[in-house]
Structures are given as structure tokens and as C-alpha cells.
């Protein structure tokens, strides 16, 4: 049965930094995408950021891109997200992504969201101000 657990979430402020974990199991770890998401209060869930399998390609949300950065470990079946200068509106409920092996990648748009198989329970991220 695969199962994925976040760590790593947490009260910061403006500015600085934290890293998320996801961890799996049940699972070739390698020949599957990874990603993150976020929800906010009061809003939809949205894409943040993704890693296809075999770590061919990234992806970010555009407002994103040079904040934040995915990566992953095979040997610890662990994907990353590095989340740097943070803002308030970054404030979210984070949530790790494993795609369907049948998820396609291309070299320049994201995954499909509505591949993702499995989700893990969440972390919290709160940026003060």
C-alpha cells in the first residue's frame, strides 16, 4: 500500500527559509513523478511544483520559479521542496503528489493534475509578516 508523509512544516517569518520533506513507501519510488501543491484558507488547491519520474524534468508555477525548488532522493525515497524568501502568501497547507505511471512529461508543461494517484496528509507552512 503506498503511503506518503510529509515533514518539515512549520511557523517561519518573512523572508526566511524552511524545507519540505514527503517520504514514501509501498512503491518503486524512481519510476514515478512526484509533486507539491498548496491550499490556502478559503481557496482551491493549486500546483506548486513537480519532478518526473527518473528526474528528467522540473516544473514550477510560474510566480514560483527562483523561490522554490523541487528534488528528490531516490536511495531515501524522499522528494524535497526547498522554499526560499518567503512571503505571507505563501501561507498554506502543503501537500505532496505521487503521479499515475501513466502520467506523460513533457519538457515544458507540468503534469496533468488530475494524474496524481495518492496525496499525503499535509503540512502547514505559516509565514508572519
Known amino acids: 500500500q503506498v503511503q506518503l508523509v510529509e515533514s518539515g512544516g512549520g511557523l517561519v517569518q518573512a523572508g526566511g527559509s524552511l524545507r519540505l520533506s514527503c517520504t514514501a513507501s509501498?512503491?518503486?519510488?524512481?519510476?514515478?513523478?512526484m509533486g507539491w501543491f498548496r491550499q490556502a484558507p478559503g481557496k482551491d488547491r493549486e500546483f506548486v511544483a513537480a519532478?518526473?519520474?527518473?528526474?528528467?524534468?522540473?516544473y514550477y508555477e510560474d510566480s514560483l520559479k527562483g523561490r522554490f525548488t523541487i528534488s528528490r532522493d531516490n536511495a531515501k525515497n524522499t522528494v524535497y521542496l526547498q522554499m526560499n524568501s518567503l512571503k505571507s502568501e505563501d501561507t498554506a497547507v502543503y501537500y505532496c503528489?505521487?503521479?499515475?505511471?501513466?502520467?506523460?512529461?513533457?519538457?515544458?508543461?507540468?503534469?496533468?493534475?488530475?494524474?496524481?494517484?495518492?496525496w499525503g496528509q499535509g503540512t502547514q507552512v505559516t509565514v508572519s509578516s
Open positions: 509501498g512503491l518503486t519510488f524512481s519510476s514515478f513523478g
Open positions: 519532478i518526473s519520474r527518473y528526474d528528467i524534468y522540473t
Open positions: 503528489a505521487l503521479y499515475s505511471p501513466t502520467t506523460y512529461y513533457t519538457r515544458t508543461s507540468p503534469p496533468n493534475s488530475g494524474k496524481v494517484d495518492y
